[in-house]
T-cell receptor, first 114, second 117 residues
Framework: AQSVTQLDSQVPVFEEAPVELRCNYS??????LFWYVQYPNQGLQLLLK??????LVESINGFEAEFNKSQTSFHLRKPSVHISDTAEYFC????????????FGPGTSLSVIP | GAVVSQHPSWVICKSGTSVKIECRSL??????MFWYRQFPKQSLMLMAT?????????EQGVEKDKFLINHASLTLSTLTVTSAHPEDSSFYIC?????????????FGPGTRLLVL
């Protein structure tokens, strides 16, 4: 079975400071990896995903995540956060086959302090 | 592209009534749709997976007679909460995936907040 761990439930950080949200997963087979963001009272938005190829993936708003197979990690980073980045962030995995479920981590609440 | 909508966004109902929530893929055909439930400050819990034209597959612990799912077309799935009770109050989120978009990616609707009085 697959599982996703997000060790930090809450991460407060000052505006313009860097941030890293940690994600580790366990799976006996190859998986796709995702980061989703959820703003208050809204659904989830896909932030970025790793399918194959380059282990470093980037989003359009400055976030990046690096797939590390040996450490089974997919940490999310941003060099300088903005107030608007305050949200809940979910790491997720799915199997590389059709009709598979997405397994979500428990989420990390990022609070950017002005 | 890959937009998923839900209707309604908010619903308040009396205990004992049934509530229907719609999930639509607006610009792609969703061969598979998923329904999730999210409690405050918690992650998403998958309730069921539905493929167009076939019966939904429910996760363990989810009552299929309580949460009726219909996926009658490639762009529409509905979740009906039958005889709703206050403990059914939650945030319900659907997602969709299809072969015409990145098939490995689920695209999520904005969610429906249900409050049962």
């Amino acid at each position: 079975a697959q599982s996703v761990t997000q060790l930090d439930s809450q991460v407060p950080v000052f505006e313009e400071a860097p941030v890293e949200l940690r994600c580790n997963y366990s799976s006996s087979v190859s998986v796709y990896l995702f980061w989703y963001v959820q703003y208050p009272n809204q659904g989830l938005q896909l932030l970025l995903k790793y399918l194959s190829g380059s282990t470093l993936v980037e989003s359009i708003n400055g976030f990046e995540a690096e797939f590390n197979k040996s450490q089974t990690s997919f940490h999310l980073r941003k060099p300088s956060v903005h107030i608007s980045d305050t949200a809940e962030y979910f790491c997720a995995v799915s199997l590389k086959t059709s009709y598979d479920k997405v397994i979500f981590g428990p989420g990390t609440s990022l609070s950017v302090i002005p | 592209g890959a937009v998923v909508s839900q209707h309604p966004s908010w619903v308040i109902c009396k205990s004992g009534t049934s509530v229907k929530i719609e999930c639509r893929s607006l610009d792609f055909q969703a061969t598979t749709m998923f329904w999730y439930r999210q409690f405050p400050k918690q992650s998403l819990m998958l309730m069921a997976t539905s493929n167009e034209g076939s019966k939904a597959t429910y996760e363990q612990g989810v009552e299929k007679d309580k949460f009726l799912i219909n996926h009658a077309s490639l762009t529409l799935s509905t979740l009906t909460v039958t005889s709703a009770h206050p403990e059914d109050s939650s945030f319900y989120i659907c997602s969709a995936r299809g072969n015409s978009v990145s098939g490995e990616t689920q695209y999520f609707g904005p969610g429906t907040r249900l409050l049962v009085l």
